[in-house]
């Protein structure tokens, strides 16, 4: 049976958190639905021993622990099977979303992007943790989230979307490039599929995450890599837009959701200042 669908699974060192998708994927797999490609990049666990343990399954390995280079290797081993879905390793889905997002893409008459809406696993999530998570529900933040396909483990393509750029740069946030690589009309969040995302274990975690997620954050501002980043680094209409969020905050905000704020904006500041600490004494972030 002729795949209707490529998934690209970039994975380092996963061993412990691969299981759960791979479980997901089995079925679609193994029955010829789904070319699942894994890319073990600069493993040092059994992450593509696990892989391998997957009917059907693809695994490529490299000692380069890169994900951008780890998501255009598995570009090239997919070769022409479209539509095509990027997926973190620690992801969960089930079947009927990945038949959703496939179907979304398959039938669009022109490019475009996907990603399914996200539910955050917080089992055993410590109390700041759980509060930053429903922060990311509120009005205020879920407008935002809702317009972009970022932070939520999975985005895809069709033909002619993948089309719009080359290789994956050499950046930290993929998703960041990807997204602003189209339209707004180009763009689609499909409400029938869902993908689980862990956040964190312990707030040290949430912070160390949202140190990587700034760093990106920064990189991609500096790198103009979006299609209209020049337009948008210019200082009048970057103070327009200031003010306009300023404003729609004022009108959304929600009392229940004033400690879950509080929580998101005080990981989100610190981890901003020490990604900018990073920068001006030349720490690397976390693996790409």
């Known amino acids: 049976m002729f795949a209707r669908v490529s998934v690209i699974v970039p994975a380092h060192d996963e061993a412990?958190?691969?299981?759960?998708?791979l479980s997901d994927l089995a079925g679609p797999v193994g029955r010829g639905e789904v070319a699942l490609v894994v890319v073990c990049n600069g493993c040092t666990d059994a992450t593509a021993e696990?892989?391998?343990?997957?009917?059907?399954?693809?695994?490529v390995e490299t000692p380069t622990a890169s994900k951008s280079h780890a998501l255009n290797l598995g570009d090239r081993r997919a070769g022409g099977i479209f539509p095509r879905l990027y997926c973190d390793a620690d992801v969960r889905l089930d079947e009927a979303s990945i038949e959703a997002l496939t179907t979304a893409l398959a039938s669009a008459p022109g490019p475009l992007a996907v990603a399914p809406r996200v539910e955050y696993a917080l089992?055993?999530?410590?109390?700041a943790v759980r509060l930053y998570a429903s922060a990311l529900l509120a009005?205020?933040?879920?407008?935002?989230?809702d317009a972009h396909l970022v932070?939520?483990?999975?985005?895809?393509?069709?033909?002619?979307?993948?089309?719009?750029?080359?290789?994956?740069?050499d950046v930290t946030a993929d998703d960041l490039f990807f997204d602003s690589q189209f339209?707004?009309?180009?763009?689609?969040?499909v409400e029938d599929a869902l993908s689980r995302v862990p956040i964190a274990d312990s707030?040290?975690?949430?912070?160390?995450?949202?140190?990587?997620?700034a760093a990106g954050n920064l990189e991609h501002r500096d790198s103009g890599a979006g299609r209209e980043e020049g337009a948008r680094t210019r200082l009048w209409p970057a103070l327009a837009r200031r003010g306009r969020v300023l404003r729609r905050w004022a009108r959304e905000l929600r009392i229940r959701d004033v400690m879950p704020l509080a929580v998101y904006l005080s990981v989100k500041g610190w981890a901003r200042f020490?990604?900018?600490?990073?920068?001006?004494v030349g720490r690397a972030t976390a693996w790409r």
């Open 50 to 59: 696990l892989a391998r343990g997957l009917v059907g399954a693809t695994v």
């Open 16 to 21: 412990a958190r691969i299981g759960g998708l």
């Open 274 to 280: 020490l990604a900018i600490r990073d920068r001006r």
């Open 183 to 189: 339209d707004d009309d180009e763009k689609m969040v």
């Open 151 to 169: 932070g939520r483990g999975l985005y895809g393509a069709n033909g002619p979307a993948r089309a719009r750029f080359g290789e994956f740069p």
């Open 203 to 213: 707030l040290g975690d949430l912070v160390r995450r949202e140190v990587r997620v």
């Open 123 to 127: 089992e055993g999530a410590p109390w």
């Open 139 to 145: 009005p205020i933040i879920a407008t935002w989230i």
